[in-house]
């Protein structure tokens, strides 16, 4: 089992950063991919960014490549979402999640379906 706890959410006005930051403990050597998705009222669960554990290569969502920032601290178990230039539409509560599932194809890091570990997730709300 991995537990996963989010932290840094909050309000802040368009154009401003925020810093997430999941904590993970449990059998967390085992973790292939850690990632971020993001949910809003009556929509599905939207992949955000995720990076490979190990090998820290990172992959993001077309609607957040250039403006957010993946990056794990393994030492300290942490993972973060380092996320600039804000917009409305990324209000959402965002979730941290951990897969210890390896998987082929390209992109095939972004189906929620991998990551069978789960945070509560923290509300991110960006005012316009």
């Known amino acids: 089992q991995v537990q996963l706890v989010e932290s840094g959410g909050g309000l802040v006005q368009a154009g401003g950063s925020l810093r997430l930051s999941c904590a993970a403990s449990?059998?967390?050597?085992?973790?292939?991919?850690m990632g971020w998705f993001r949910q809003v009222p009556d929509k599905e669960r939207e992949f955000v960014a995720a990076?490979?554990?190990?090998?820290?290569?990172?992959g993001y969502s077309d609607s957040v490549k250039g403006r957010f920032t993946i990056s794990r601290d393994n030492a300290k178990n942490m993972l973060y979402l380092q996320m600039d230039t804000l917009k409305p539409e990324d209000t959402a509560l965002y979730y941290c999640?951990?897969?210890?599932?390896?998987?082929?194809?390209?992109?095939?890091?972004?189906?929620?379906?991998?990551?069978?570990?789960w945070g509560q997730g923290t509300q991110v709300t960006v005012s316009s």
């Open positions: 449990g059998r967390t050597f085992s973790t292939v991919f």
């Open positions: 999640a951990a897969s210890d599932n390896h998987c082929s194809g390209a992109g095939c890091y972004k189906g929620p379906n991998l990551y069978g570990y």
């Open positions: 990076i490979n554990w190990s090998f820290g290569l990172t």
